[in-house]
């Protein structure tokens, strides 16, 4: 029964992980949205409009839209019997995410994000220096303000 519960667990945030990412990469593939384009600056320090920042923004958009193509793909979990100071892991080279026995206590909020996060590493090879943007950048990018569409 547990083992069946986790797996629903797993597979609910992975559906949840793809929403999220299809949310943001909607919401960046609208560039004359002034909502957008200011949490761009804000988090990338990229002007979506500036011709000379033309190179990093479709660099943001490919590793968006990489990330969000990841969890179409084949997705390998392994959940650890120990608890850990992390809900989820990767190993560096290797694409299983490992799971904490904690892991199915967290709320789904945290959970979602952190699949996210581990599926940077893997998919777009990037440290936690660079990634420390990201989970905040989800949150903003899915976040629609009063004056957003």
Known sequence: MALHLATSII????????????VVNTRLGIRNNADVRQKVINIF????????????WAKLRHNWLRLRQSFDEQ???ICEK??????CWVVQGDPIVHLSAQYT??????????????RAHTVLNISHA?????LPSIRLLTMRTATSG
């Open 130 to 134: 660079t990634i420390q943007i990201l």
């Open 11 to 22: 597979d609910r945030d992975t559906i949840d992980a793809q929403k999220w990412l299809d």
């Open 45 to 56: 320090h990229i002007d979506i409009l500036r011709a000379d920042h033309a190179a990093q």
């Open 82 to 87: 120990k608890t850990n100071i992390f809900l």
């Open 75 to 77: 997705l390998t979990f």
């Open 105 to 118: 206590k967290s709320p789904p909020s945290i959970r979602i994000a952190k699949l996210i996060h581990e």
